[in-house]
């Protein structure tokens, strides 16, 4: 047979030379290379949701802030929903206690009333 011509016996063979015998146990092999992450479908990954600025700087860091559950396992996410919550809502709450503009007079009754 042609020595060039591998099948699918050679080729395994090949990989456990290549990670140190039969068992693959131990050798140098068995590591990754560095930077190479295994891919772990649970782990967290970003979701890319964009975040429009909505021009009060409080509002947006509080928006900013749902940004930090993309790095936290799923169990994590409570804590900064409830965070961005409790501070939206401590926002809504500050513009019902801040009186607006003053509103303008009513209208005046110019009839002379006291015509006979």
Do not use: C, F, I, K
Not at 7 to 32: F, I, K, M, N, Y
Not at 58 to 66: N, Q, T
């Amino acid at each position: 047979m042609n020595e060039s011509m591998t099948g699918p016996q050679d080729a395994s063979r090949s990989e456990s030379a290549a990670t140190g015998g039969a068992g693959g146990a131990g050798g140098a092999g068995d590591a990754e290379p560095p930077g190479a992450e295994a891919y772990d479908p649970a782990a967290p990954a970003p979701l890319h949701v964009p975040r429009t600025p909505t021009g009060d700087d409080g509002v947006d860091a509080l928006l900013d802030r749902l940004g930090d559950a993309d790095h936290l396992p799923t169990d994590g996410h409570v804590e900064v929903y409830e965070d961005v919550h409790r501070g939206l809502r401590d926002t809504l709450t500050a513009l019902d206690a801040h009186p607006g503009p003053p509103a303008p007079p009513g209208p005046t009754d110019h009839s002379n009333s006291n015509r006979s």
